[in-house]
Each structure stands twice: as structure tokens, then as C-alpha cells.
């Protein structure tokens, strides 16, 4: 299934989500386009996390509230989104330990095989992901917990593409990473969108967030209180949303 040309990849309208009797979600509207990157910001359980996983399927949804390519995916499996094109990256990275990094990124690509995913006409090969990150060739037979914290996050970034994603959900990249680090992984990701894969980045650096996205959404309590194109979006506004005052949407 490919994308329509005019609408967006994905969508969600009027998405609420709870766990159990807690409503976590308030009619979130979201979309991203094929290709786009887009950052999703606010302060930490203002609902981001929680909307990744209703576009990837851990979250159960009514069907109309998510559509992809125009079509009602809500409350699918996750297993379908993927067969679908949608990756996550998630908080942590939930690589497989007591495992070597050349496994963790073969698993992947076996499960790609197994859901019958559908690649572009430029898959995500083994040798193409060590070349974005090549020290993934230099430790290909290390195990993933003797790696460092930003060779682990290439890692989990690697082993999401080579399931041929036409999104890439990506929760907090930058977690718990020295600058550095953190600027070498961001610098593969225009590269990655150019390709065809829209990417939906969870951030909590405001500055990096905007710097790396086309358009932002900021959250507050389950809700979007602004949105935008990441470059005309001022400080004021982002500060005005994150914290509260006014909580006012701007399209």
C-alpha cells in the first residue's frame, strides 16, 4: 500500500487514549506527510510517548481515530503496523542482550521477511545501515551491552530500518546522551527522511527539536497546545504551550 500523493502518510483525528479509567489523550489531531520530519514536544507525561504508541499499534484505539494512507488502521496489532511500514524506536532501546550487534539488526531483518514487509525500491540493508553508522561494522560481533549508550541508540535506529519503515517513530533519541553523541546521531536523520522515510521525533531539547524538524506539535496534559512549522515557531510560543498559559492551539 503507498501513500496518496496529496494527504498525509498518517493521521490521527480526534484521538482519545486511556489506560484503564485514566484518559491519557484528548482529541489529539496529528498528521505526517511521506518524508516529513516532525517533532513532538512537551514536559514528561504530557501524552507523546502514549500517541506513538497509538500510531504503532501498543495502544488499543477505534479504527477511524488513526489512518494511514487514508485508510482506518486504529487497534491494529503492532505486528500489522509494521507489515504496514511503521518502526519504532523506542525509550530505552529494548535491545536483545547476551546478543552481538550483527543478531539484534538480523532479527530485524527475519522479521521483515516473515510479516512479507514491502521495501522500496532502495531497501535498508545490513551494509547499508553500517554504512550510516560504521561503527556498527567495527563491532558487529560485540555484545550489545558492552557497547556505549549512543552506540546502543545506533543500534536500536538500525535495527528499526532494516524493517523497510515508511515512518520511523523515534521516543527520546537524545535521552540520557553527551552532546556529541547526541549530534552524530541527529546528523543521519536528513538523510534518512530524504530517502522517503517520514520520522516523527519525541524530544525534550526544545532547541534541538526545532533545529531537526520541518513542523513541531507541542502536548500538554493529553492535549496539542500548539503546532506549527518548526521555523516560524517562536520561543514564546513553545514556552506558552509547554507550561500552560493560555493553552491555546495555533494551526
Known amino acids: 500500500m503507498t501513500p496518496a500523493a496529496s494527504g498525509p502518510l498518517i493521521e490521527t483525528r480526534g484521538l482519545d487514549a486511556r489506560y484503564g479509567d485514566f484518559q491519557a489523550l484528548f482529541d489529539v489531531n496529528f498528521e505526517i506527510a511521506a518524508g516529513e520530519v516532525v517533532a513532538l ?25 488513526v489512518c494511514l494512507a487514508g485508510q482506518p488502521v486504529g487497534g491494529s496489532a503492532p505486528h500489522e503496523m509494521v507489515r504496514r511500514g511503521l518502526a519504532l524506536v523506542p525509550e530505552g532501546r529494548r535491545l536483545f542482550v547476551g546478543m552481538s550487534v550483527e543478531d539484534n539488526l538480523r532479527v530485524a531483518i527475519d522479521q521483515a521477511r516473515l510479516l512479507k514487509v514491502v521495501s522500496g525500491a532502495d531497501p535498508w540493508t545490513l551494509e547499508r545501515v553500517q554504512a550510516l553508522f560504521p561503527i556498527l561494522k567495527a563491532k558487529r560481533r560485540a555484545a550489545v551491552e558492552s557497547l556505549s549508550g549512543g552506540q546502543q541508540q545506533m543500534v536500536a535506529i538500525a535495527r528499526a530500518l532494516l524493517l523497510q519503515p515508511r ?36 524530544e525534550q531539547d526544545v532547541g534541538l527539536a526545532k533545529t531537526a524538524s520541518t513542523r513541531l506539535y507541542c502536548m500538554l496534559e493529553g492535549r496539542i497546545t500548539l503546532s506549527g512549522r518548526s521555523a516560524d515557531i517562536t520561543r514564546e510560543q513553545i514556552a506558552e504551550a509547554y507550561f500552560g498559559a493560555g493553552h491555546h492551539a495555533m494551526a
Request: aromatic share 2%; hydrophobic share 55%.
Open 41 to 65: 514536544i512537551g514536559a514528561n507525561g504530557a501524552g507523546k510517548s502514549t500517541l506513538l504508541r497509538c500510531l504503532a499499534g501498543l495502544l488499543a484505539v477505534p479504527p477511524g481515530t
Open 167 to 202: 515512518l520511523l517513530l523515534c521516543d527520546e533519541l537524545s535521552l540520557g546522551l553527551a552532546p556529541l553523541v547526541v549530534r552524530e546521531i541527529y546528523a543521519v536523520l536528513p538523510g534518512i527522511a530524504a530517502a522517503g522515510t517520514a520520522i516523527v521525533l519525541v
